[in-house]
């Protein structure tokens, strides 16, 4: 994926070009793209005037940066014990070949669905289960997470 300059340059000017201001400008960076894109973290550096390992360690350190394109849609499929124990190995595989994800974790290459394991979510008397975005989907199975994907492509259609 490759950002547009201008789109870098003018988030870039709301920041004071000083090293204090690094954190911010990459979490702008991340509010616009919804991810840091390199050459958006290396402008950001040079912006502040740090160098770019700096804003590798920085980007790295916190949880809160992503380095990696995020889906419109995200999937977590809760990988916990209960979950396991109930089917989410399959579970998560079905997600995979219905969102023809090529690597194990990560994001369609049209960018309109991240998928991810997570530990226990909290609901095991519901296993096994996938958050999607900020809702939680419990009693899962395969043909469910079929529809579940069916639907949400219909939504980010253009
Ligand atoms: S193990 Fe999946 S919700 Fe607890």
Known sequence: MSVSFARVEAILERFPPSPEHLI??????????????????????????VPESRGWAVATFYKAFRLEPKGEHDIS??????????????????????????????????????????????????????KVDEEIHGDLNQRKAGSLVKVLEREVEP
């Open 77 to 130: 499929v809760c990988m916990g014990t209960a979950c396991h124990v109930r089917g989410a190995a399959n579970l998560y595989q079905k997600f995979r070949r219905q969102l023809e994800l090529e690597n194990e974790e990560g994001t369609t290459r049209d960018l309109k669905f991240s998928l991810s394991k997570v530990r226990c979510l909290g609901c095991c008397s519901m296993a096994p289960v996938a």
């Open 24 to 49: 911010e400008a990459l979490q702008g960076i991340q509010a616009e793209f919804n991810f840091i894109p390199p050459e958006a973290l290396r402008a950001a550096c040079q912006h502040v005037g």
